[in-house]
């Protein structure tokens, strides 16, 4: 019954939207191309004479915004790049449980006989549709390089990020951490993201959750502590840019899989209370 | 057999949304091989209290019984049950048979033969490569008249069942309903046409304001 179910939301959520979450293969090139732009600029101007490779360039995308403090010498800066990428996701993964329960979903949780698999299964959904998100975004980056000619490699250039990202220090990460902080973290703190969505869906309304998850976000961006999780998922906010004051990837991931399993646990308690309505 | 054994039980059923009294203390009986109807104004509570008896709504307080097992306690969701509330929905991309072959999937209670004939009962093709998206009203009420009927269910709920269906398609429900009287299901159904609901049920209960205010056995 169970494996119905997923099926079903698999098929729905994931397969029949496939196109939605290509958009992330197009919001990816784009900011390749940004990226592209921007080494070019320095190359002309001297600054630097490298073309990067992938690794520099999911830096580039990835590297959130330096800790802000407010200020007159300090202009407002905002982390567009971040934002998009991470609000996208959020916005894709709201509407389609809510969707399908006040729809044809009703039809199979009436023969499927359990509420508790209906939440499971829309949990799996999430971290399906997650990861298909990033997917798309990383399979862009990878073309964008491939048509470019850039090594798709991941041994970052430290000289060219220093300058790219406008660091004091150059940046030093293996390949191990490259796919930790460039990959692994950003798929999972979208996916807590997400899933605080889901189930704030059900103790409000969609609308309000994705709100909430908007101002998450924006807490995350300006104010630089562990507990923000945004924070685990920019460059400029790690321990390789930041040293000892940047935020402990550790205590990211402890707070990443806290969230994620209260979010499993209470959407099952509060899903079984839950009334299905029409659909408004 | 089995389903004239079917029994609901409320008792002292009530339902409240946010600070709106939905459904105020309703004590019925419902049993198998008899149609029930439900009489009430927009918004008097007859979705409301079938969406309750599905277990998609849970009571605030009271409790619904199926056969003697709790609704929300003992059983999330009733036994054998087919439901139409409100407007049939289904998946926009995929034919009615298709739609009906998803969900009888689930329970894997009926084979391919017995969707085909329960759609042409209800006057489709089986056959009509029409995608759910191209179907008119009143194809879409019949396809949901056939999802709930065609796992040959102990219980049905099927709210306004002649929406949107013509003369022909009216005389089609009017006798599928019976003939799932006939065989046990307990029927109950919500229906603004008095002329219909009158001649269709055994026994008629007026709702108001989310109250039972008259019951007729006719």
Known sequence: ???????????????????????????????????????????????AA?????????????????????????PFIFPVMWVIVFLLSAYLMLGYPFYDITRFGQQILVRGKSRYYWWISKCIWNVCGTVLYFGFFYLGAVLFCFVRGIP????????LLKNLLKTAAEIEVSSGECILYLIVLPILVSLAFNMLEMLLGLLTKPVF??????????ISAYYKTDWAIGNHSMVLRGSKVLGEDGVHTGTGLLLIGGIVIFSVVLGCIRFKRYDILTRE | MENQQVKISIKKLNKRIHKNQIIQDINVDFQGGKIYGLK????????????????????TDGEILINGRRLGKDITFPDRIGI????PSFLDGYTGYENLKLLADIQKRIDS?????VLEQVGLDPDDKRKYRKYSLGMKQRLGIAAAVMEGNDILLIDEPTNALDTEGIVMVKDLLRREKERGALVIIACHEPAIIQELSDEIH?????????????
């Open chain 1, 1 to 47: 019954m169970f494996f119905k179910l997923l099926s079903h939301d698999l098929n729905n959520g994931i397969r029949k939207r496939l196109a939605y979450y290509a958009t992330a293969l197009v919001i990816s090139l784009t900011f390749c191309q940004g990226c592209y732009l921007v080494i070019q600029s320095l190359n002309r101007r001297g600054v």
């Open chain 1, 50 to 74: 490298l073309s990067g490779n992938l690794a520099d360039y999911l830096v580039y995308l990835f590297q959130g915004m330096k800790v802000y403090y407010p200020g007159p010498d300090n």
């Open chain 1, 152 to 159: 798709i490699s991941f041994h970052v250039t430290p000289e």
């Open chain 1, 209 to 218: 959750s994705f709100g909430a998850v908007s101002l998450f976000m924006i």
């Open chain 2, 40 to 59: 009430g104004y927009n918004g008097s509570g007859k979705t409301m209290l079938m969406r309750l008896i599905a277990g998609l709504i849970l009571p």
């Open chain 2, 84 to 87: 139409l509330i409100e407007n």
């Open chain 2, 113 to 117: 033969v017995k969707i085909r004939k």
């Open chain 2, 206 to 218: 007026t709702i108001e304001n989310g109250r039972f205010v008259d019951h007729v056995v006719l």
